[in-house]
């Protein structure tokens, strides 16, 4: 029998002036969330059932950027995305565009077990759902009042600027010259072009090995606010912001473009196929040397029951369990 | 240093037997492209540029399953996707569900060099596409007669047919393919480029390996690679990110047991891989330039040929 863990997330990316009670908020709904997970693996549920019931939650509680809650489009509109991947047989569904599915991480699964394909988009996706006979709600079921609030902000701050943090010539860090370029919000951290204290952290995400020693990853988001309409990020991206194999399984969040670029979720994986490293030491090296200039962070848990998670900026919403009792919620270093 | 280019027009079971008037037209593509390409090359086009103008050709070319020629989805409409990337910055671009731009793998360059994103996607896309006035036709435009009796036989085997491999009884012509391209120009750079109409009889809103960075499309500074075939054992697989990942994070080949066949593992893709693969790996310091062309293609049991070009 190996042993089962969990690890969860809710955005990497948290302004560092998040009020208290926010914080206190964050920690209660994945305390909650997590035990959902714990529960469901002590009654001996298989990983992929877990990681696509804890993402539910995610989803449905309006706090985090997934689901209800989602960030906004320019338009003012939810285009949700989710995958999930299974790593037995590294199966996997993914779905982008999502805009009346009220749990796309469920989509995503329906992608995968009934679907000729592993990833659907926009109005497919949408028929497919409708065909599939999933719960559907209006769109405006997702947009709550702060995130019209913080759209404002956003388009205030012109964001969404020209990828300033792509190197033009030689391989300089840009991330200092971002942090420091010209910014007047909060404390001069900038992800995604957004100041931090506007910008949403990205994304939920779950990762879990069960007693069985099976392996899952599902990630489900609303994206990136004030994003074009028809953008896609990392998280619906198998091997960007979802993986999972014999070896592991990973969640990504923040900067999407960045984690695409390093195939972040999957390099975890390789880096421990190829070279033989452990869990822990494989995201170390994925955080410090994979991620170019992007702010990012990951959640992961190996076959052999270890978890383990990293980011390079101010903090993520995270939590996790294994299964000899040991448990925990954080947010910042 | 020297340049080198190679392209491919898809994989799958292609029998040998393809009648000369199939195939020739197909070959004579292909040589027009490495030509197109190596004059390029010569003339100190960078690979980003030289991948984008071969990829161009090769979807205007009808023969191929991109741009023009794109196969149809289970609606009869085109959703042609493409993706691009740069190895030295690791810049990159994607775009899917395009009804109307004649130059997929164009667009995702413009998303990549003019957007704050890398993958946009359908309506959005759209959008972007005339805001930046790229050339767009009417839907029709793109779909062909061959395509249709494509979709029609698909359709009455019931079934979502490979692009490329499945045999359909009457018709060889089902054999056409994505299309990719990946180079190294002589200053070192390398990119990869990677255009697609997708499966025959696909649901519509369906994406697959092309346009997903890791998966069918992928450069860093070691090598490019444009992969084809089942784009959701592609997907699952990351096979154009593992290429990549092998000669990163493994010790060099020769020392590591089996590190070509866990490459080619990665391509099998589990019992249904009907896939290839193409790389540009770069070698410094010697001074011949050449070029070859592989039709990477796998046959049965046999192992894939060709697939590098170093």
């Known amino acids: 029998m190996a042993r089962w863990a969990i690890a969860i997330h809710g955005g990497a990316g948290v302004d560092p002036n998040l009020p208290e009670h926010r914080q206190e908020e964050a920690k209660r709904v994945l305390a909650r969330c997590l035990q959902v997970g714990v529960d469901a693996l002590r009654s001996g549920a298989a990983a992929l059932d877990v990681v696509e019931a804890v993402v539910r939650e995610l989803e449905s509680d309006p706090f985090f950027n997934s689901g209800r809650g989602s960030a906004l489009t320019r338009l003012g509109t939810v285009e949700m995305e989710a995958s999930i991947m299974d790593g037995r047989g590294r199966r996997c569904g993914a779905v982008s565009g999502v805009s009346t599915v009220k749990n796309p991480v469920s989509l995503a699964r329906l992608v ?21 006979g999933l719960e559907v709600v209006d769109n405006s079921y997702f947009i709550t009042e702060d995130n019209v609030g913080m759209l404002k902000l956003a388009k205030e701050a012109n964001s969404i600027l020209f990828d300033y943090r792509i190197p033009l010539s030689g391989s300089e860090t840009c991330g200092a010259q971002a942090v420091s370029s010209d910014n007047s919000h909060g404390n001069g951290m900038v992800m995604n072009g957004l100041p931090i204290s506007i910008y949403a952290p990205e994304t939920v995400g779950c990762a879990v090995v069960d007693s069985s020693g099976h392996t899952a990853a599902a990630t489900s988001t609303g994206g990136l606010m004030n994003k074009m309409t028809g953008r896609i990020g990392d998280s619906p991206l198998i091997g960007s912001g979802t993986y999972a194999c014999g070896a592991c399984a990973v969640s990504c969040t923040g900067e999407g ?21 452990g869990l822990q030491e494989a995201v170390d090296y994925c955080v410090k040397e994979r991620l170019d200039e992007g702010f990012a962070g990951l959640i992961a848990v190996s076959s052999t029951g270890e978890v383990a998670y990293g980011f390079n900026c101010t903090g993520m919403f995270r939590g996790c369990a294994t299964e000899d009792g040991f448990m925990e919620v954080g947010i910042w270093e | 240093m020297g340049w080198a280019v ?21 070959l004579a593509t292909l040589r ?7 004059a390029a090359l010569r ?116 079934r979502v047919q490979v692009d490329y491999t499945q045999p359909i009884p009457k018709d060889d ?51 490019a690679v444009s992969a084809t075939g089942v784009g959701e054992a592609i997907i699952r697989h990351t096979v154009a990110r593992d290429v990549a990942a092998l000669l990163e994070h493994a010790p060099p080949a020769g020392t590591l047991p089996g590190g070509r066949r866990r490459a080619r593992r990665g391509r099998r893709a589990a019992g249904q891989g009907r896939a290839g693969g193409r790389v540009g790996r770069r070698r410094g310091g010697h001074g011949v330039q050449h070029h070859r062309h592989v039709q990477g293609v796998r046959h049965g049991g046999r192992p894939p040929r060709g697939g590098h070009l170093a």
């Open chain 2, 32 to 38: 027009r492209c490495l030509d197109l390409a190596t």
């Open chain 1, 257 to 277: 473009e960045a984690i695409i670029r390093s195939t972040l979720a999957r390099d975890v994986a390789a880096v421990m196929e190829y070279r033989g490293a």
């Open chain 1, 112 to 132: 995968m077990d009934k679907s000729p394909h592993s990833y659907l988009a926009f109005d497919g996706a949408e028929q497919f759902a409708r065909d599939q």
């Open chain 2, 173 to 223: 012509n089902s054999r056409v393919g994505t299309v990719g391209c990946v180079a190294i120009d002589s200053a070192g750079n390398l990119a990869t480029a990677t255009s697609t109409g997708g499966l025959v009889n696909k649901m519509a809103g369906r994406i697959g390996d092309t346009p997903v960075i890791g998966a069918g499309t992928y450069a860093n500074a070691l090598c």
């Open chain 2, 6 to 26: 190679a392209l491919h027009g898809g994989a799958g079971d292609i029998p040998r037997s393809l009648p000369p008037d199939r195939r020739e037209p197909r």
């Open chain 2, 43 to 158: 003339s100190g086009r960078a690979a980003l540029d030289v991948v984008e103008l071969v990829v161009r050709e090769l979807e205007n070319c009808p023969h191929y399953n991109a741009g023009v020629g794109s196969v149809l989805t289970a609606d009869g409409t085109v959703e042609m996707e493409a993706a691009v990337m740069d190895g030295n910055t690791l810049r990159c671009g994607a775009v899917s569900g395009l009804s109307t731009v004649v130059n997929a793998v164009s667009l995702a360059r413009l998303v990549m060099e003019k957007t704050p994103h890398i993958y946009l996607a359908f309506d959005g896309a759209e959008a972007f596409a005339r805001e930046q006035g790229v050339e767009t036709k009417d839907p029709s435009h793109f779909i062909t007669e061959a395509n249709k009796e494509r979709l029609r036989q698909a359709k009455e085997a019931n």
